[in-house]
């Protein structure tokens, strides 16, 4: 039909654009993957356990009762000492001191002047203690963790709260690459004054990313302040409180990840004795518990109550973060699970993440395994949908979303994998309307053609059968004389139960590559592949000259490709310390007619040969086994390639499942190759004895099988590689022994009786 094509390159280009928006991954499409991801963790959300994190929070409760914020710089001074008192592994401040304090003596002063202080007034203010440094020696007498935000030189132009670079007590190291090209990039921050930030046991920045939607699903543990890398609050805070010194970052060049073959960006960072993963850049993917009220503290109960032993059970072994939970103080950031988290209940969740290992990852080989789902989609659905139908290819097409899901949900519930199923379904949806549209008005033209065509000559009912079917095929063949190969490969089943499944794929492939390049060279069809075996056949469809000598030549070429093969492999064996048992195949000619054509049933069928003479091909392959050789060929191929091939008369075989006995040979090489050596000598020897055994002078052929095996012993140049001869001289020299203690009956006829198959 003129335009059969058509629906199959719209198929093409809708899976094209499909391909590109999945490289371009669009802000639209990258919205719809966050929202799946929201959906899987309000479904099954991170269950809240203890794990040594907690939130001291200026609550609503804490400002009434100490006054609006930002407090005196002594107050937040007791709180650090209470918690020191009372055991906390780390205090960790998410919060930035930039200004002095506002009640400083100086500031108090400058405040009141020209409002009449007396001078005893202005000593006594003279004298009291600076806030800063009350705040600055508390800080330094406990484990504390300060922080800064990380500014862009867009945010720092016009700010004087941002020309000091922040201290960094952590070191840090690499695991492969540099880090510092891979991780978010600033040029300056907003810092704790000099005397805090220096005081400090630790300093990270709290600065957290929100996406378009600003909705905070990533916690950042480390960046780049002008070239230089700095951690995260909440990295520095599990630093601190485990004792350590130094932030590990680890690289794709250093872990061996990699991705299309291109660097993946930082895969994880080590924290003490914590490890964990990260995306690309270098960020930890919140996976959120929703608010849990026993995850805080209020700041009041703190500072105002009693130091008694509930209070101490909640701090002790904690990593305390001070932050506040208070509208009106602008810390408050949505998540997947809470759309008014506080910024401090995001930094605790994330450090009870990486203490709990409760991670959720997208790993590296994501982007692959979701463009290969998209690609087998919507492929299936371009080579479906013209054959089955648009009915058949929605329900099709269905499953194969609802799969998408299901196995995207399942690897979340599981393994905790984030996997994309949007593009799969975005594959199939784009594929199959535009197909299944252009189809439905092909088929709508195609029965009006058909209507139109046979309604004078056959009956409304087979008029609308070949309505809804017009290329429907016939089955049936024809008798044609062919040339049939078989090919199997000896031992396979010991050689794969040392393979894992990708093992044995992938040498199966490297096997029958080969075999089938050496059939297709020589003008063969390939029949069908049978696990380690191969049919093909010469001479259908269409004619072949010589094909008994072409489907010869290809049996030897499958010898040769086999040696390649082994050394290949024995080669990669070595390489990793294991031997490599080596691969033998059988091969299996023979000439005759056959019936060739379309077999199989009304619903499906293949182009293949039916017959006795394909069931003598097959049972000559079988007895590759029994005489130890590589290949056994018919007296009816080898007669019909002239002088061209050199061969060896086998033995007279019945083989199982006929009564008449056939005469059998093993090629050896291509006459050509065999000129001026020592074949012709040999080829005597094997003349004579098979003569003497039919004779039954088994002196005269145990003779002669013996000189054959010393010739083949001494390793004539003439025997090509691979092919296998010394067992039929061992087969026949243990026959003769056999037959001369027990000597046959007097109407032997020297054939051998197969007794496999």
């Not at 005081?199 to 939607?213: I, M």
């Not at 008029?463 to 190969?485: Q, Y």
């Not at 050496?518 to 003008?523: F, K």
């Not at 090629?667 to 040999?682: H, S």
């Amino acid at each position: 039909m003129r335009h059969r094509w058509l629906p199959t390159l719209i198929g093409v280009a809708a899976l094209c654009i499909v391909i590109a928006l999945r490289v371009a991954d669009p802000v639209p499409v990258t919205q719809v993957r966050n929202w799946v991801f929201d959906g899987y963790q309000r479904i099954e959300p991170r269950t809240y356990q203890p794990a040594g994190v907690r939130v001291v929070d200026i609550d609503e409760t804490a400002l009434k009762t100490y006054g609006q914020w930002p407090w005196p710089r002594t107050i937040v001074a007791s709180l650090i000492e209470r918690l020191d008192k009372l055991g906390a592994a780390a205090i960790v401040f998410d919060m930035v001191f930039a200004e002095p304090d506002r009640t400083a003596p100086e500031n108090l002063l400058t405040a009141w002047k020209g409002h009449g202080l007396t001078q005893p007034i202005r000593e006594a203010l003279q004298g009291l203690p600076d806030p800063d440094s009350v705040l600055a020696r508390a800080i330094a007498s406990a484990p504390t963790v300060t922080g800064f935000v990380p500014r862009t030189a867009e945010q720092m132009t016009g700010t004087t709260l941002s020309s000091r670079k922040p201290p960094r007590p952590a070191g840090f190291a690499y695991s492969g690459d540099n880090p510092a090209q891979l991780l978010p990039r600033f040029s300056g921050a907003t810092t704790n004054l000099p005397s805090i930030a220096d005081a400090a046991t630790g300093n990270g920045s709290f600065g957290l990313v929100s996406d378009l939607d600003n909705v905070v699903r990533h916690v950042p543990l480390a960046q780049t302040i002008d070239g230089k890398v700095y951690p995260s609050l909440a990295a520095e805070a599990l630093r601190v409180a485990q004792g350590a010194r130094t932030h590990i970052i680890k690289t794709s060049t250093g872990s061996g990840e990699r991705y299309f073959g291109g660097d993946l960006g930082v895969t994880a960072m080590k924290i003490g004795r914590i490890e964990v993963p990260t995306t690309a850049k270098g960020r930890l993917v919140l996976y959120d518990t929703g608010p849990v009220a026993a995850r805080s503290i209020s700041a009041a109960r703190v500072l105002g109550g009693p130091l008694d032993n509930t209070l101490r059970q909640q701090v002790q072994g904690q990593i305390v973060l001070i932050g506040t939970s208070a509208p009106g103080l602008g810390d408050i950031r949505a998540t997947p699970l809470d759309p008014a988290a506080a910024g401090v209940t995001v930094q605790a969740q994330a450090l009870e993440q990486m203490i709990l290992g409760a991670h959720l990852r997208r790993p590296d080989w994501a982007n692959g395994a979701e463009t290969l789902a998209l690609l087998v989609v919507g492929g299936a659905l371009i080579l479906l949908l013209p054959g089955l139908g648009a009915v058949w290819c929605a329900v099709l097409g269905a499953v194969a979303v609802g799969g998408g899901m299901a196995g995207s949900w399942f690897a979340f519930t599981e393994a905790r994998l984030l996997l994309d199923p949007v593009f799969p379904a975005l594959a199939g949806f784009a594929v199959y309307l535009p197909m299944s549209s252009v189809l439905f008005f092909q088929t709508e033209r195609q029965k009006r053609f058909v209507r139109s065509a046979f309604a004078r000559y056959l009956s409304p009912a087979l008029v609308e059968r070949l309505a809804a079917r017009p290329n429907e095929l016939k089955l049936g063949g024809e008798n044609r004389e062919l040339t049939l190969l078989f090919s199997d490969i000896r031992g396979f089943t010991g050689v794969a139960e040392t393979m894992t499944p990708d093992q044995l794929t992938n040498f199966m492939n490297a096997f029958l590559t080969p075999m089938t390049d050496e059939v297709l060279a020589r003008y063969g069809f390939v029949d069908k592949y049978m696990g380690d075996a191969i049919m093909a056949f010469w001479n259908a469809p269409v004619h072949v000259d010589g094909h008994p000598l072409e489907a010869a030549r290809t049996a030897l070429g499958m010898r040769r490709r086999l040696v390649d093969l082994n050394r290949t492999w024995e080669a990669e064996y070595a390489a990793s310390g294991r031997e490599f048992p080596g691969i033998a195949v059988g091969i299996g000619l023979h000439t005759g007619v056959a019936c060739v054509g379309n077999m199989g049933s009304e619903q499906r069928f293949d182009y293949s040969a039916l017959g006795d003479n394909v069931n003598l091909a097959s049972r000559f392959e079988g007895q590759c086994k029994t005489y130890g050789v590589d290949n056994v060929v018919s007296g009816e191929t080898l007669a019909s390639c002239g002088d061209e091939i050199a061969a060896l008369e086998i033995d007279l075989v019945r083989v199982k499942g006929r009564r008449e006995p056939a005469r059998i040979f093993t090629l050896v090489a291509e006459r050509e190759a065999l000129r001026n050596t020592g074949f012709d000598a040999f080829g005597a020897d094997h003349a004579a004895m098979l003569e003497a055994y039919r004779a039954q002078d088994w002196d005269r052929a145990d003779a002669a099988a013996l000189r054959c095996q010393d010739a083949l012993q001494a390793a004539p140049g003439w025997l090509p590689s691979g092919c296998t001869l010394a067992p039929i001289y061992a087969l026949y020299r243990t026959r003769i022994a056999a037959l001369r203690a027990d000597p046959p009956v007097a109407d032997w006829d020297a054939v051998f009786d197969a007794q496999t198959k």
